[in-house]
């Protein structure tokens, strides 16, 4: 019931901002508005996975602290793919990584990362939460370091610190 | 001065979709192709969205209302990008490498052998 009530006020808001055209709305619009929330909301209830502990407020907190942070990491690596596209310097490769993340949620947060960031692209994950991540300029100092922690960090800088405090 | 700051937004996420489109006819194999065609146009899309935003709340703020539905409507595109596109690429990237596609010039290939089916 409680999903169903959030889904629904917030296909209603996202309705509104769709249908906002400068001046109040007219009451066809809302009602209309209404009858679809209504319909995408019990349509939600029964596809969500009910996990509450990824409401809790702190999360919200640390996803919003996190976007900067993501999007310096994308400008840079984009710059470099740009560099990669013009000079045709690739040494391409698939990787393992070992971020050692529990649930999905922070799984899937760290995997669209990645894939966000330019240069790396996640291919794979297996059942262990294993991600094989396909890297446009593999390092050959990544097959030197011995630590797993140490070898997320040429891939994903920081990202698995940040997908732990968001998800898990 | 609105209209300088538009037309660089414009230049810059142009010179970026400019770029995956070359990217998209130099590189090798599917992967690195994937690369340059989501990431890329990622970005260069960012900027385009941008502009528009820019330009839709400025007309707002000279008076004419109905330009505000114009910001709001690329600030959801601009979301819709940034969640699909990563979804996307990785599900390309999963199939490609399910239905037996190496890798090309790779100097390693940690996912091979590794048919978890």
């Known amino acids: ?168 | 001065m609105m209209w300088e700051l538009i037309y660089v937004l414009l230049g810059i996420g142009i010179f970026f979709n400019l770029l995956a489109s070359v990217g998209l006819l130099r590189f090798p194999d599917v992967y690195t192709r994937l690369h340059a065609g989501t990431k890329c146009t990622t970005f260069g899309s960012i900027f385009v969205a941008l502009a528009v935003m820019a330009y839709g709340l400025w007309k707002w703020y000279d008076g004419d209302e109905a330009m505000i539905s114009l910001a709001i409507h690329a600030f959801f595109a601009l979301i819709a990008i940034l969640l699909t596109n990563p979804t996307g690429a990785h599900a390309i990237a999963r199939a490609a490498y399910r239905s037996g596609v190496k890798p090309a010039k790779a100097v390693i290939d940690e996912l091979g052998g590794e048919k978890n089916d």
């Open chain 1, 1 to 168: 019931m409680l999903v169903f009530i959030g889904a629904t006020i917030l296909c209603f808001i996202i309705w509104l901002l769709f249908t906002f055209n400068g001046s109040i709305w007219q009451w066809d619009e809302i009602t209309a508005g209404i009858v679809f929330s209504i319909i995408a909301g019990a349509i939600t209830e029964k596809v969500a996975i009910k996990e509450y502990r990824s409401l809790s407020p702190k999360k919200w907190l640390y996803l919003i602290a996190y976007l900067p942070r993501f999007f310096y990491e994308m400008a840079k690596a984009n710059f470099d793919v740009a560099y990669r596209i013009i000079t045709g310097k690739i040494k391409p490769g698939i990787v393992k990584l070992s971020p050692g993340l529990k649930n999905n949620l922070s799984i899937t947060i760290l995997a669209n990362s990645i894939t966000l960031t330019p240069g790396t692209l996640s291919v794979d994950v297996d059942e262990a939460g294993n991600l094989y991540v396909h890297w446009i300029n593999v390092k050959p100092e990544f097959f030197e370091e011995k630590d797993i922690k140490c070898k997320c960090r040429y891939v994903c800088s920081t990202f698995p610190d940040w997908a732990r405090r968001i998800g898990e």
